[in-house]
Structure formats: C-alpha cells, structure tokens
C-alpha cells in the first residue's frame, strides 16, 4: 500500500509569486486570492430593466479587463426587480434590485490582474445612482510571516 504525504510548498515572503498561475493579487507584501467588492446603489436608473442591466454588467467585466464566461438575468415581473450573475473566468459580479424603493446591491469579487475598482466605476457610470456605498475587502488573504507553508 502506497503512503500518500502532504506536499507542501516553503515560501521566501520576499518572493510574490510564490505559485506561479495561482492567480492571486499581491500588494505591498501581501497575497490575496482577489478583491471582493460589496456596490450598494441608491436612486440609479433602469434597476427594472434587464436589458439595460446586462449592458451595465458587460460594460463592467470589460472596464475591468476581466473575461466573461456567462451572464444571466432574471426579471421578476415586467416592474419588478431583477437578480443575476455574470461568471467571470476572474471570479463574478452579481445584482440584486429593489426598482420599488430604487435600491440595488452589487456584488464584485475578482482575483488574477482584474481591477474590480473599474467595474464599480462602470457601473456607477451606467446606472447613475444619487448615493453610493462601497465596501472592500481582500478575499483569503495568506498568511506571510517570515516563511509561509502554502498547501499545494
């Protein structure tokens, strides 16, 4: 019977790519697996229309140098709100809508070179919304202290 060990991979913290095609982000000496995003938008326009919405997220993935594998939209009614995702080979924007009370919740996570900043700015350009609220947070952040054991 074969004994089977854990692999694991000793990282020098001064090198920032200690896995090469991992696709995760490095910034000031910290790795990350990507930027999650949280876009709460108050009095933006078409927040009933899919169409439009999906124009929104499209233009979005590519302010964002990110690769679109699928969008889809669901229209709750012909008035009301619509929920969908677009699956990005870097990771996903969902939407959420309240047209009723002209509220709308993104959701943005993007690791690799994606810049998830530029798609929260594209979707703010397109939507037009009166107030927005933006919250950032990085995403399985490693630990980096002196050398880091990385579970290959």
Do not use: Y
């Amino acid at each position: 019977m074969a004994v089977i060990r854990p692999q694991t991979l000793t990282v020098d913290v001064a090198n920032e790519d200690p896995v090469p095609n991992d696709h995760f982000k490095s910034h000031n000496g910290v790795r990350f697996a990507g930027i999650h995003l949280l876009l709460d938008m108050w009095g933006a326009a078409h927040l009933d229309d899919p169409e439009r919405l999906g124009q929104a997220m499209e233009a979005a993935v590519t302010a964002a140098e990110a690769t679109l594998l699928h969008l889809h939209l669901h229209h709750f009614s012909p008035f009301g709100g619509v929920s969908g995702v677009a699956v990005l080979a870097e990771s996903h924007i969902s939407v959420h809508t309240w047209p009723e009370h002209a509220f709308a919740a993104f959701d943005i996570f993007m690791c690799g070179e994606a810049e998830p900043a530029r798609a929260a700015a594209a979707l703010r350009e397109a939507l037009r919304p009166s107030r927005i609220e933006l919250t950032e947070q990085r995403r399985g952040v490693l630990p980096m202290i002196g050398k880091a054991e990385l579970p290959r």
